[in-house]
């Protein structure tokens, strides 16, 4: 005899049953960028057969027939070099590929290569996967391509949007045919290639990304600024070997005035190296760059909160006042960046027209350094963002508060700030969105009396959103 639940799960609909297996599988499957330095054969095979998903597929008619013929499950290509590497791997990686290519029916794909010692993937995993290259949407490439014949892609990717390179210092030719690619992340040497050249010409970037390595590679991502198409977002990522370069940080950039009308900035940075030599780069680039159009500046550390960036905060301020950034930017997402109170409250008075705002208290034990350093999020800094009679608000539109927090300050201001903002809400179509997230590996929270009131005014508006003790997610 069937139980209640089981003739309940069998009546859901199949679009329903379809979300849940997604959220089921990736769930249980590991992230793809987040294995050891030493992934499992066996965990690689798995995840090319797409493991979690057959298993689902055993369990009736019904759920094989959702589990197989649905092509986007198999659309997520995911390799790792590992499972070419003896033959009976490339044998078994061979055969669960093209069971998944052909599940996968007409379906764009989303391919992701990645090999531990960036030696490439082999020969016969890459040319199956060529041979579906006129379905490549999105690719993210983190090994070298050295040996392989990438000729075959030419004229073939007609669908692709989205590519990162990730790879070696080596030529490649075939990623400046792509009609539709918007969005490209490569390293710096590619900046040089024909392909490169060509889609700069055509003006098609809307996203574009760069890894630098080594200094003078700066030079070329900044330089080129200028040449991306009006709007674009830039994303600039610094992937630095302390033991090598750090010695050599103090020394000027000798970066080129330049003018850009990006609309985005991002940093981010990969790698373990002195806060204070980071620093000093983001002072030269910022004093380098007038940027009229910006609407959105985003700092981030893959490493925090084991490391925070330093605020770069005189370059940064006339940066805004060479580039007007009060009347144009929309959104600062500096939460992995140690900063000042005083010098937050500086800048938040100067830009008039920030809507998003996402800032954090630095890492590192209070009484072993200076709290002021350390506290970011207080009382005043509260209380400086509620409206009240008689008294300037900063940040006045704003519509998207997220902060890294120690929870230090009176929780009650929270409830007082939130109250503010939504007072002033009934005429608009904003939404206010408010995020708490406690400091990486604390176990700080809100008091019961300010969460629950927080929970009662989302129960009574609809305009506003409220989240606590969620993960916080870096930027990527």
Known sequence: MTSPLTNDIHSLPTETLSDIFRFAVAAVTPKFWQLTSAPLLQTELERVANAPLLILSRVCSRWHDIAINNPTFWSDVEINGVSGRTPSALEKTIRLLSARLERSHDAPLSVSLTCEDSQPPHTRIFHLLAQHSHRWENVCVVCSLEGLDTSVLRGRLLLLKKLELNIPSETVDFFGIAPRLDNLCITAPLLHSESFGLILRRKQLRSFGCVVMFRREFQDAI????????????????????????????????????????????????????????????????????????????LGCSVYPQLVLEWPHTQFLALCERSDLGCCLKTLRIAEVRIAERDLLEILSVLKALEHLEVGDAPGNVGESNDCELVLITDSFLRAMTWAPAQDC??????????????????????????????????????????????????????????????????GNKQFVYQSGEEYVQIQ
């Open 223 to 298: 330089s080129l600024l200028p040449k991306l198409p009006a709007a674009t977002d830039f994303y600039l990522t610094i992937d630095l070997d302390r033991r090598i370069f750090q010695p050599h940080w103090t020394m000027p950039l000798r970066l080129p005035s330049i003018t850009a009308p990006i609309s985005t900035f991002a940093c981010r940075t990969v790698a373990k190296f002195h806060p204070h030599h980071l620093s000093l780069a983001l002072d030269q680039i910022f004093a380098s760059l007038t940027l009229p159009k910006l609407r959105q500046v985003l």
């Open 394 to 459: 900063l940040v006045q539109r704003l519509s998207y508060f997220a902060c890294v927090s120690r929870l230090v300050f009176t929780h009650s201001l929270v409830v007082d700030f939130v109250t503010s903002r939504l007072a002033r809400l009934p005429d608009s179509p904003i939404r206010f969105h408010v995020c708490i997230h406690p400091l990486p590996e604390s176990d700080a929270c809100l008091d019961s009396a300010a969460h629950t009131r927080l929970w009662e005014l989302v129960a």
